[in-house]
């Protein structure tokens, strides 16, 4: 299905059609206003996991959705773990003969500690033309944009051809436990025939202005799994040493971890991306893209990729040490040592290969291996004409032909749980920012002023296409 979409001449005309009537994308556009009123009440709401304000935004959101015309029996916010997830049905007038189309994104956000920023976390502050603040980025911007065009379609008085669902989790950042709640527990009220993700997708913006390469669309996500690697031992006093000693054993298990490299992986997907990304990259990792592509046995290419940490991911398997612990006094032998180390599996790998994989570079059944994570296998999502189109005429408003290439994400989104469940997901949000700008999970998180406002013209465009 996927080669038939590429290269179909039909849809490639299709994709490049000129753009009439782009949308406006400022803060006085219609429901600017109430966009930025929504965004800036969300950041400062404290909707992480210890400070649990998540079901106080989700409560909130209810309360703008009722306000903006829904009816409450369309609106469901259900408690689960601490937190809170968010469902509301748009009804359509069922014209088209199709399933609903779920929107997700997520309420959560990553932890941020005020001592350790230079503005407050949980302020908006709009500096330099960017937007800073915990979620700024990830992923209330996703959330606003989502919102504020479901407020401003109902508005306008527009009916869609089919449903749409906003299914918001509560919990994406840490258990996703709301997650699954959403796609399992309540999978009557989001039961859909793909999902478009409000979390990932975009573009890169070039530093200095101009067109970015591709607009990158995630179709597929790595596997995410964790092992705690430990090796124990009598221990003793220091000054007996023995040619057994846990630290000694654990170090020499992550070396060999660290020296093995997994088998080069690709399918469809990443094929596709790196040709198409290839052809818009300068120098020998554009050239290597373009080479993997046509030839993933080409060993210059593969050593080209793997030597940059941006594309090793998405030529097979990775893991990684992460965390260590061991010993309990400086002067006695240790009793056990821990390591940490965290996989990002190729789809169709498997963990359970993975994890045998391990203990044979390894060697050593007395390093015994403990599963920390709960991970969530999945295949890409098929490519879909009807996404395709869609995306493409929302990319069109801002950047008239941009590319729309296919991704596979180093795993962690909602759209895993969709996916395992059988619901395609395709993340597909107008994220376009400058190359280290949103600094996601991390410290002084900010977004362009623009791409804010981008991002709800990239919406209101993008819904109106897929049902309408
Ligand atoms: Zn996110």
Not at 21 to 40: H, L, S, T
Not at 96 to 107: D, E, L, N
Not at 228 to 244: A, C, F, I, K, Q
Not at 262 to 271: A, C, K
Request: proline content about 5%; aromatic content about 8%; overall charge negative.
């Amino acid at each position: 299905m996927f080669k038939k979409i590429i290269t179909s001449a039909a849809v490639v005309a299709l994709l490049v059609a000129p753009q009439i009537g782009a949308e406006d994308a400022n803060p006085d556009m219609p429901f600017g206003a109430k966009a930025f009123e929504i965004y800036k009440t969300a950041v400062e709401m404290k909707s992480t996991a210890n400070h649990g304000e998540t079901p106080k935004l989700a409560r909130y959101l209810a309360g703008e959705f009722e306000k903006g015309g829904f009816a409450k029996e369309d609106i469901h916010v259900f408690e689960t773990g601490g937190t809170a997830g968010l469902i509301v049905r748009y009804h359509g007038d069922g014209s088209s003969g199709k399933k609903p189309v779920s929107i997700s994104a997520h309420m959560d956000v990553v932890e941020a500690d005020p001592r350790d920023w230079v503005r407050d976390p949980f302020t908006l502050i709009q500096e330099d033309g960017y937007f800073f603040g915990r979620g700024t980025a990830d992923d209330k911007l996703g959330m606003t944009a989502v919102t504020a065009n479901f407020l401003r379609l109902k508005a306008e008085g527009w009916v869609p051809n089919r449903d749409l669902i906003i299914a918001f989790s509560g919990d994406e950042e840490t258990g996703m436990l709301s997650t699954r709640a959403l796609v399992n527990e309540f999978r009557n009220l989001t039961d859909s025939e793909f999902v478009l993700n409000a979390d990932a997708g975009g573009a890169t913006l070039p530093t200095n202005g101009g067109t970015p390469a591709n607009f990158s669309m995630q179709a597929a996500e790595k596997t995410y799994a964790t092992w705690e690697l430990t090796v124990n031992n009598s221990g003793g006093h220091s000054s007996r040493p023995r040619d057994d000693n846990a630290i000694y054993e654990l170090a020499a298990a992550l070396a060999k971890i660290q020296d093995h490299k997994f088998p080069v992986r690709y399918n469809e997907l990443t094929r596709t991306y790196f040709r198409g990304t290839g052809a818009k990259t300068p120098g020998d990792t554009g050239k290597a893209m373009v080479q993997f592509a046509n030839d993933p046995t080409d060993a210059w290419a593969i050593k080209t990729l793997r030597s940059n940490p941006s594309y090793v991911g998405t030529t097979g398997t990775t893991c990684v040490a992460t965390m260590l612990r061991g010993g309990h006094a400086e002067n006695a032998l240790p009793q056990s040592a821990t390591a940490t180390v965290n996989c990002r599996i190729f789809p169709g790998v498997g963990v359970a290969a993975t994890e045998a994989t391990l203990k044979e570079v390894v060697g050593n059944d007395g390093v015994i291996f403990n599963m920390i994570s709960d991970p969530t296998e999945t295949d890409p999502s098929p490519l879909r004409e009807d996404v395709l189109v869609a995306l493409q005429k929302a990319v069109d408003n801002k950047f008239p032909g941009l590319e729309i290439i296919p991704s596979m994400s180093s795993g962690g989104t909602d759209g895993m749980h969709f996916r395992a469940a059988g619901i395609p997901s395709y993340g597909v949000n107008g994220g376009y920012s400058k190359p280290n700008d949103t600094n996601a999970h991390g410290l002084n998180e900010r977004i362009l002023v623009q791409t804010f406002y981008d991002n709800l013209a990239h919406w209101y465009v993008l819904l109106k296409a897929i049902a309408g």
